[in-house]
């Protein structure tokens, strides 16, 4: 069936530092891809999102890219901030039911 | 617009007692999603609605776990009875559309924190 393997964490950083996340996936026919976002104590925000091959997602000053000869989507950012702490999911959505799928999540904490 | 509510947002029962979670989806949202989160793992689907008919309920531990949204809006999910393993945080989730929809994104509630004694 279809899955997403993520890094695992956590990613430690200081502020301004870059920041790669890495997400690969397996899947049949062509998923779109997410990356989603958990704060403490909240539910999941939709960060980003690709539909087809070569599409770029960007939101926040976070983007990835939907690679499909590499099936990946990386996750990155050129200066994390303290605010950008969370764990960070990537998922794909499966092209019959919808459903999500979701990868392990990856913990990032960014020291001042 | 008002998100995707979910309650209540902790419950601490004993195994082999009964819980219910509640979720009230975006007005206008036609598809409603309940998933798993245990500690350190992405969330898994248990359930996907189309209104108020199920699409899939594949992942969905039948001899314990039920859910139903007779209305096409509100959606209970209900655990009975509960076992150890089913400690997590119990995900809502909803969108436009579901099969053949096209890319609505999905949107989440806060969850419910459960803790089986």
């Known amino acids: 069936g279809d899955s997403v393997t993520q890094m695992e964490g956590p990613v430690t950083l200081s502020e301004e530092a870059f920041l790669t996340i890495n997400c690969t996936y397996t899947?049949?026919?062509?998923?779109?891809l997410f990356w989603y976002v958990q704060y403490p104590g909240e539910g999941l925000q939709l960060l980003l999102k690709?539909?087809?091959?070569?599409d770029k997602g960007s939101n926040k000053g976070f983007e990835a890219t939907y690679r499909k000869e590499t099936t990946s989507f990386h996750l990155e950012k050129g200066s994390v901030q303290v605010s950008d702490s969370a764990v960070y999911f990537c998922?794909?959505?499966?092209?019959?039911?919808?459903?999500?799928?979701f990868g392990t999540g990856t913990r990032l904490l960014v020291s001042p | 617009e008002a998100g995707v509510a979910q309650s209540p947002r902790y419950k601490i029962i004993e195994k082999r007692q009964s819980v219910a979670f509640w979720c009230n989806p975006i007005?206008?949202?036609?598809?409603l999603y309940w998933y798993q989160q245990i500690l350190g793992q992405g969330p898994k689907l248990l359930i996907q609605?189309?209104?108020?008919?199920?699409?899939?309920d594949s992942q969905l531990p039948k001899d314990r776990f039920s859910a139903e949204r007779l209305k096409g809006v509100d959606s209970t999910l209900k655990i009975q009875p509960a076992k150890l393993e089913d400690s997590a945080v119990y995900l809502c989730?909803?969108?436009?559309?579901?099969?053949?929809?096209?890319?609505?994104?999905?949107?989440f509630g806060d969850g419910t924190r459960l803790s089986i004694l």
């Open positions: 998922a794909l959505r499966d092209t019959g039911f919808q459903k999500l799928v």
């Open positions: 989730a909803s969108s436009l559309a579901g099969t053949g929809g096209g890319n609505q994104p999905q949107h």
């Open positions: 609605f189309q209104n108020n008919g199920v699409v899939d």
């Open positions: 690709a539909t087809k091959a070569d």
């Open positions: 899947a049949t026919g062509y998923p779109s």
């Open positions: 007005s206008g949202h036609a598809t």
